[in-house]
């Protein structure tokens, strides 16, 4: 996620691409939810364009589903395919209504591109915060369910199986995700899915401070900590993130999931 056009205090395609080269990247897929939304040819162009003068790196770009990547109308996949862009993606707005992903995903078979989908039910997530589970219910946080994800999942497998579109599933987190792209991929579906470093080395436990206080199994919450003090929870804000950690055996089906090739990339998902 880099932040030029719009939010260049964060970051621009020069710094990032700076930042890109020092850790070892060589390429790197910019996401279209910049300020504009990269959504028309002519912000596809100015990407390209700073990219050309000041990236270290090859900068690769997305074009938005839909305008403004508000969910509401089709972008002009045809006009992003031929200035460059090299997938489609609404990035963390999940698009929520079906017939408009279906419609999607033809012009994408059309021209040739995969579909890249940030897989979220918002009338599953709500306002959920954190991984729904053993651990929102001991903070008394609002919970955010696996099936969320695994719903949009198994709708982007039924409309890559109709369409015969290259769906590309977004960080996954659940289990049952992982579950879901390994039997699509069984039956030689398009379907291919990521996985992020902290969504394979944290678990959700991580927002309460259970590494320093907890037993790995999540049980004596009251057990004593440093000094033989209670162990209270820390409500760690550093540990929140979208989308969320989830529990330790959701993080195991996402090792098993990289180890065996089901999710075949482990992406940063930088985004400052």
């Given at each position: 996620?880099?932040?030029?056009?719009?939010?260049?205090?964060?970051?621009?395609?020069g710094?990032?691409?700076a930042?890109a080269?020092?850790?070892?990247?060589?390429?790197?897929?910019?996401?279209?939810?910049?300020?504009?939304?990269?959504d028309?040819?002519?912000?596809?162009?100015?990407?390209?364009?700073?990219?050309?003068?000041?990236?270290?790196?090859?900068?690769?770009?997305?074009?938005?589903?839909t305008?403004?990547?508000a969910?509401?109308?089709?972008?002009?996949?045809?006009?992003?395919?031929?200035?460059?862009v090299?997938?489609?993606?609404?990035?963390g707005?999940?698009?929520?209504?079906?017939?408009?992903?279906?419609?999607?995903m033809?012009?994408?078979?059309?021209?040739?591109?995969?579909?890249?989908d940030?897989?979220?039910?918002?009338?599953?997530?709500?306002?959920?915060?954190?991984?729904e589970?053993?651990?929102?219910?001991?903070?008394?946080?609002?919970?955010?369910?696996?099936?969320g994800?695994?719903?949009?999942v198994?709708?982007?497998?039924?409309?890559?199986?109709?369409?015969?579109t290259h769906?590309?599933?977004?960080?996954?987190?659940?289990a049952?995700?992982v579950?879901?792209?390994?039997?699509?991929?069984?039956?030689?579906?398009?379907?291919s899915?990521?996985a992020?470093?902290?969504?394979?080395?944290?678990?959700?436990?991580?927002?309460?401070?259970?590494?320093?206080f907890?037993p790995?199994?999540?049980?004596?919450?009251?057990?004593?900590?440093?000094?033989?003090?209670?162990?209270?929870?820390?409500y760690?804000?550093?540990?929140?993130?979208?989308p969320?950690?989830?529990?330790?055996?959701?993080?195991?089906?996402?090792?098993?999931?990289?180890a065996?090739?089901?999710?075949?990339?482990?992406?940063?998902?930088?985004?400052?």
């Amino acid at each position: 996620h880099f932040r030029e056009p719009g939010q260049t205090a964060k970051e621009t395609i020069g710094t990032g691409a700076a930042a890109a080269a020092r850790g070892g990247f060589t390429t790197v897929v910019c996401m279209p939810n910049t300020s504009p939304a990269i959504d028309n040819p002519g912000t596809v162009a100015l990407i390209q364009d700073s990219a050309e003068r000041l990236a270290k790196v090859n900068v690769l770009t997305t074009g938005a589903i839909t305008k403004g990547i508000a969910g509401e109308e089709l972008s002009p996949i045809g006009s992003l395919k031929n200035a460059g862009v090299v997938a489609i993606s609404d990035d963390g707005h999940c698009v929520q209504d079906n017939d408009l992903m279906r419609r999607a995903m033809e012009y994408a078979t059309m021209f040739n591109l995969p579909v890249m989908d940030h897989c979220q039910d918002y009338s599953l997530v709500g306002a959920g915060v954190m991984h729904e589970g053993y651990w929102n219910n001991t903070l008394g946080l609002s919970g955010w369910p696996s099936a969320g994800e695994e719903m949009i999942v198994a709708r982007n497998i039924l409309l890559a199986e109709k369409t015969g579109t290259h769906v590309h599933c977004q960080h996954m987190t659940a289990a049952g995700s992982v579950r879901l792209i390994r039997e699509a991929k069984s039956r030689g579906l398009p379907i291919s899915g990521e996985a992020c470093p902290h969504h394979f080395t944290l678990t959700d436990s991580a927002i309460a401070g259970s590494d320093k206080f907890w037993p790995e199994d999540g049980k004596g919450v009251f057990s004593a900590g440093d000094g033989g003090q209670p162990a209270w929870p820390e409500y760690d804000t550093n540990f929140k993130m979208n989308p969320p950690l989830r529990s330790a055996a959701d993080r195991e089906a996402v090792i098993e999931g990289v180890a065996d090739g089901t999710l075949e990339i482990i992406s940063s998902d930088h985004a400052p």
